[in-house]
């Protein structure tokens, strides 16, 4: 199964296996990794999944489509790099992906 | 109008013909009897349309699933004030108040990233100790033994003082804000707190005379991290007109005080009407965290917001027609089993306790969200540090309104 790494905002690192199909922010909810709140549950509506991808991933993550650009906007501490985990599906060319979470999610 | 008269609320929501129902009477929310209106649409016409009541007709959206998609499709679905705007109730055009939650992209965008760096992450952090301070400041001023109403002296009194401090408005002159916010929000009755909307429109103009005082010692000064000094130098807010500046103050005044007031009320209530809650909490104060959430789910400080279609529009297998006013009942999606469990309990350790629709969802979710969270967060910590109980002694005043969820009168006592 690919793997993703969330990195929290004060460097600690939680490495899990996520099946192909599930978004990022699933593998958070799932495995209870703190810094990702994900109030709208998936709808790309709320902005709380907030993660930043750092530069060798960003081909392959993809970029914000328009309602996520739209949230990222009102993101408080959002980047170039910034994406909403709900947005990014995992799949084995996504495997061995790390995402940095925000101070806080907004 | 205001005096509560006997309406037997359960047999007028179960036997009213379907296409007479109007869940809109402000009647309703002043009673507390608004669930059995909405259960029953939610099972027997979730998207529903009411063609008269005293708002006019309107589309009423009752499900959590139907609200979410309204909530996306801001293209079609729009908060204009030029259409009507937020709430239920149309202004007359000449009183419209132009401000950005009742704006489209891209005017809304701009104006509102003017705004929102008061609430990031950092200044939150900032604000933490002003607000424990307060908080201690109100609870250790209380009375013991004696019966007194919760809403004045601790729900009012520490919102208003954590809004002066967002404007940097004199602390002294406070109690001016949450005057100018029921103003703003009251309806026009006789013996209510604005009779006509000549009265509303004199205190909003005075509001807004006390704020031009402020915003032009700020505008020349250097830029300062307080709402009006942001919104006298946002490029896209500086050159407001006077009317527009109104609607913004009325937004950030009524957003930032009425809504976290009224869930500081709904939560001591909640815990009275719900003792094996009050229980857990006290046996573990740690649950404060996911009882936040819950307590803003539970009161929905705000019923409902509106918006109007400027196209035609599916939802839920009916078509909304361009021109349509379109309610999406907060209240009602937040009950809705399908998608929260044993919704209309109140539980205070729920797994997933922010999902819920008090706050909006899509682009015009609460700017202030996590501020709110904050205030209750460290009230009930500072409470549960003093005071084993509260207790409600009285029957609970509410508002006599469709839009705004509130309580003004909560008799409490704090055992001494």
């Known amino acids: 199964m690919p793997r993703v790494t969330y990195v929290e905002y004060n460097g600690r690192e939680h490495g899990i296996e996520l099946e192909a199909g599930l978004s990022v922010m699933q593998g958070a909810i799932e495995n209870n990794i703190p810094g990702i709140d994900a109030d709208c549950g998936g709808e790309c509506a709320c902005a709380t999944c907030h993660v930043f991808v750092p530069e060798e991933w960003l081909a392959k993550t993809g970029t914000p489509g328009e309602q996520e650009a739209s949230m990222l906007g009102f993101a408080a501490t959002a980047q170039p790099n910034s994406r909403l985990a709900c947005q990014i599906t995992m799949s084995e060319a996504l495997d061995g992906l790390v995402v940095h979470m925000p101070e806080a999610q907004h | ?416």
């Open chain 2, 1 to 416: 109008m205001n005096a509560p008269v006997d309406m037997d609320h359960a047999r007028i929501a179960a036997t009213t013909p379907l296409d007479r129902l109007d869940p809109s009477n402000p009647a309703i929310f002043r009673d507390d009897a608004w669930q059995p209106y909405f259960a029953r649409l939610r099972a027997e016409a979730p998207v529903h349309h009411c063609p008269e009541s005293m708002f006019g007709p309107y589309w009423s959206i009752t499900t959590y699933k139907d609200i979410m998609q309204c909530e996306l499709a801001h293209k079609v679905l729009s908060s204009d004030s030029l259409h009507g705007g937020i709430s239920i109730r149309d202004r007359d055009k000449a009183l419209r108040l132009p401000m950005f939650i009742a704006m489209d992209p891209p005017q809304h965008d701009d104006q509102r990233k003017v705004v929102q760096p008061i609430v990031a992450p950092d200044n939150l952090a900032k604000m933490e100790g002003i607000i424990r301070a307060r908080a201690i400041e109100i609870l250790e001023g209380l009375p013991r033994n004696e019966t007194f109403n919760w809403v004045d002296r601790v729900s009012i009194e520490l919102t208003v003082s954590m809004l002066a401090t967002l404007f940097d408005f004199p602390q002294e002159q406070r109690r001016r804000l949450s005057h100018w916010s029921d103003c703003a929000t009251a309806l026009p009755m006789p013996g209510g707190l604005i009779e006509t909307e000549d009265q509303r429109e004199a205190a909003l103009a005075e509001m807004l005379g006390v704020f031009t005082g402020l915003w032009n010692e700020r505008v020349n000064a250097a830029p300062r991290p307080d709402l009006i000094s942001m919104l006298a130098h946002g490029a896209a807010t500086r050159n407001m007109t006077p009317r527009e500046f109104m609607g913004n103050l009325v937004l950030l005044i009524v957003g930032g005080n009425d809504t976290t007031r009224n869930s500081i009320s709904g939560g001591v209530l909640f815990l009275n009407e719900n003792p094996a809650e009050y229980a857990k909490l006290r046996a573990n104060p740690a649950l404060v965290e996911t009882m936040v959430p819950e307590i803003i789910r539970y009161q929905t400080p705000l019923a409902h917001m509106r918006r109007t279609a400027t196209a035609d529009f599916e939802v839920g297998g009916r078509t909304i027609r361009a021109g349509e006013k379109v309610v999406m009942w907060y209240i009602s999606g937040n009950r809705d089993p399908a998608a929260i469990e044993e919704p209309d309990r109140f539980l205070i350790d729920r797994k997933r306790p922010r999902q819920h629709l008090s706050f909006g969802f899509g682009i015009h979710r609460c700017v202030g969200n996590r501020l709110a969270e904050m205030q209750l967060k460290i009230l009930w910590e500072e409470i549960l540090q003093r005071f084993p109980t509260i207790e409600v002694v009285g029957k609970p005043q509410r508002v006599y309104s469709a839009f705004v969820h509130g309580i003004t009168d909560l008799p409490v006592r704090i055992p001494g």
